[in-house]
């Protein structure tokens, strides 16, 4: 049974980096038991409806820009799987979850960021999915949790986004003291996930401290990653928190394992 993962995938230029992070990600990748495929929500790729991928070959996309020249040049060239694709389709179906059909569309650097770092051959297939914000975490969970069963067949799902991400209070150029308010916010989160209290979680804007700065409303879509995979573990409900680091003050760098 594969775990599913929420993986933080923080400023482009971990794409060119060698730290903590990079190096943490290089490894987990060999660690890992080698998937059949990658199922991966991205907070780049937002849509009303949920977006499933049949795409053949992948596209490379570069959705940031003012960053070093070389970050530009780099492709990620993944593979689809239509088999995955079409049992995706499967399972919404039998529960209830409405979703459209994209056969063009690329990688985003939320996906080939952390991607290439797990996997920098692009020799594991990969199905892109999109995440809709303004949905409720419930709803959000229970998309998740309808693709459950492919764990069970060597399926590796992932949610890319970030716990704490507020690029209006991050302190570009600073790596020192991490911010006390982002440290609050994620220690919440961590006991609240430890002991899987979607109650409390659900209602993370208005419990947890600091929620205001970690997730503003105007960016909440690098949060919500985070349900999408603890809900594909639901039937294995242990969270464990794999790493956690920070770069400008407070940008977090958390991973997530859900289930076994």
Do not use: C
């Amino acid at each position: 049974m594969m775990p599913s993962l929420f993986i933080a995938h923080g400023a482009p230029l971990l794409a060119i980096e060698n730290n903590e992070y990079t190096q943490f990600l290089n490894q987990l990748g060999k660690s890992l038991q080698r998937p059949k495929a990658i199922v991966l929500f991205s907070a780049h790729w937002e849509s009303k409806a949920q977006k499933v991928s049949e795409v053949d070959q992948y596209d490379t996309i570069y959705d940031f820009g003012g960053f070093d020249p070389e970050l530009y040049t780099i492709k990620y060239p993944a593979q689809g799987s239509q088999e995955i694709s079409k049992e995706i389709i499967d399972l919404f179906k039998e529960n209830g979850i409405s979703f459209d059909v994209e056969t063009k569309r690329g990688l985003d650097h939320g996906a080939w960021v952390v991607l290439r770092l797990l996997y920098p051959n692009a020799d594991v297939p990969v199905i892109a999915m999109s995440v809709n914000p303004t949905l409720t975490p419930e709803e959000q969970y229970k998309i998740g949790k309808s693709l459950a069963a492919l764990r069970a067949n060597d399926v590796l799902i992932i949610g890319s986004g970030g716990t704490v991400h507020n690029l209006r209070a991050v302190s570009w150029g600073d790596d020192g003291e991490v911010h006390q308010w982002a440290l609050e916010f994620d220690d919440w989160l961590a006991h609240h996930l430890h002991t899987w209290d979607t109650d409390s979680l659900f209602k993370y804007d208005s419990l947890a401290p600091n929620a205001e700065f970690a997730v503003p409303k105007y960016g909440n879509e690098h949060f919500v990653p985070i349900f999408y995979a603890m809900g594909a573990a639901d039937d294995n409900r242990k969270a464990k928190l794999i790493h956690r680091n920070y770069r400008y003050g407070n940008l977090s760098h958390s991973v997530w394992q859900f289930g076994e």
